[in-house]
């Protein structure tokens, strides 16, 4: 006869799910390790992309109609290239815990003057359709957004390496680069050219 033992199937089975069951028992500590680890490394991300890269942004006031409208909730591009026309965020100078949000009109090495309400740049004249002084009379207009050049605001030619000329788009109630001159390329938090809220006036500003 045979030595070779008999074991019944239905042990050998139970064995196994012996062992699964085990098994589960121990993964499920480390399940809620993984969890616990994926929700600090998905928050971290978040916390990453907001601080390096976009941010929603909200509008306070009316100094950039009628592109955008008090209240409007704008992503913000730190990353993102800034050029003419541009819309960009950046601390208020007289008030860096405050943010002002401009359009870049000028860039170093620019030359910048306005005349009977057109703007100039390098000497030719600038179409601006984001500008709607239709509501307005012309002594206002001619009171609040009157003829400058940079050499009567800043006694400069052109606007400096390393700096930005801004205006708001509402010309008449913008405090901006005619009152407190030029502002530092290097201060400028990001640019945006995308609305996300309302939602009736989602997308881009151009």
């Known amino acids: 006869m045979s030595d070779t033992s008999f074991e019944p199937r239905n042990e050998r089975h139970n064995t ?23 929700i600090i490394v998905i928050t971290g991300i978040f916390v990453a992309i907001r601080t390096f890269l976009f941010a929603p942004v909200s509008v306070e006031g009316d100094s950039m109609n009628p592109t955008l409208e008090h209240e409007d909730r704008l992503l913000l591009n730190k ?32 030359e910048i003057s306005y005349r ?31 003829d400058f050049s940079l050499q009567t605001l800043e006694g400069v030619e052109r ?6 000329f801004v205006m708001g788009d509402n010309r008449v109630n913008s405090k901006d680069s005619r009152s407190f001159g030029f502002i530092d390329i290097d ?3 990001g640019e945006t050219s995308l609305r996300i809220w309302p939602i009736d006036r989602i997308g881009g500003l151009d």
């Open 16 to 38: 196994g799910r012996n062992r699964k069951k085990s098994y589960k028992k121990k993964s499920f500590a480390q399940e809620l390790v993984s969890t616990f680890l994926y």
């Open 79 to 110: 990353v993102s290239s800034v050029d003419r026309f541009d819309i960009v965020v950046f601390p208020a100078p007289e008030d860096p815990d405050k943010q002002y949000i401009k359009r870049v009109i000028g860039i170093p090495g620019d």
């Open 116 to 146: 009977d309400q057109v703007l100039y740049l390098n000497s030719r004249p600038v179409e601006e359709a984001y500008v709607d002084l239709s509501q307005e009379s012309d002594e206002v207009a001619a009171y609040y957004n009157s």
């Open 159 to 164: 606007v400096p390496e390393g700096s930005f």
């Open 187 to 189: 201060s400028v938090i």
